[in-house]
């Protein structure tokens, strides 16, 4: 018997500004599948900030505009499963804003 619950994922920042940039892609495919409610993106405060920073850059203003990315992310604020950011989260990169 399989579980009737969608799968629970956590989507990078990066790969939902690629569904954006890329239509076609496997990111888009990743928001179709989320917004067909087969998968459940789990986002943090962070994530969300970080996703809404990096689309009000002045460079994706040739892909959309900073109402479609607030319209972009208030849509996934909306679907999205919301847990507090950790505490203390380990270090797997080197890069402190991952």
Do not use: C, W
């Not at 067909?36 to 920073?53: C, G």
């Not at 203390?88 to 080197?94: D, L, Q």
């Amino acid at each position: 018997m399989t579980d009737p619950r969608p799968r629970r994922v956590v989507i990078d920042p990066g790969v939902l500004v690629s569904a954006i940039l890329t239509p076609n892609g496997p990111p888009a495919h990743l928001l179709r599948a989320l917004r067909e409610q087969r998968i459940t993106m789990v986002a943090s405060p962070k994530l969300l900030d970080e996703l809404r920073e990096v689309l009000g850059r002045p460079k994706f203003r040739r892909y959309l505009s900073v109402d479609d990315a607030t319209e972009y992310v208030d849509g996934l604020v909306v679907i999205a499963e919301h847990l507090d950011d950790p505490q203390n989260p380990p270090a797997i990169t080197r890069d402190p804003d991952d």
